[in-house]
């Protein structure tokens, strides 16, 4: 189970942490990503952590602006996001996959998401 938090209302040009939570014993072996769905949109890819924490991919908006890490004591995956603009408006879903890949088709379990505003 994928239990996401740290969602809210932000300032443009806030930051906002996103914790995503997992249950079970084998949450080392999975890699771990982050979606998000804005209203009327498709879920896209925004990065994903190798089951290690040793690498990352990013989507290309999110290079500059949002770092994942993980922490696998805790068996959480983190989404700092800085700089926050209108358009990260979105609900953030993370997601568990064997394998660290920006399709959104490989990942085997997903949480229910944390809602992102990004408004003035």
């Known amino acids: 189970q994928l239990v996401e938090s740290g969602g809210g209302l932000v300032l443009p040009g806030g930051s906002l942490r996103l914790t995503c939570a997992a249950s079970g014993r084998t949450f080392t072996r999975y890699a771990m990503g982050w979606f998000r769905q804005a209203p009327g949109k498709d879920r896209e890819f925004v990065a994903v952590?190798?089951?290690?924490?040793?690498?990352?991919i990013y989507a290309d908006f999110a290079k500059e602006r949002f770092s994942i890490s993980r922490d696998n004591v805790k068996s959480s995956v983190y989404l700092q996001m800085n700089s926050l603009k209108p358009e990260d408006t979105a609900v953030y879903y993370c997601?568990?996959?064997?394998?660290?890949?920006?399709?959104?088709?490989?990942?085997?379990?997903w949480g229910q998401g944390t809602q992102v505003t990004v408004s003035s």
């Open positions: 997601a568990a996959g064997v394998v660290p890949a920006r399709n959104e088709g490989v990942y085997d379990y």
């Open positions: 952590i190798t089951s290690s924490g040793g690498s990352a």
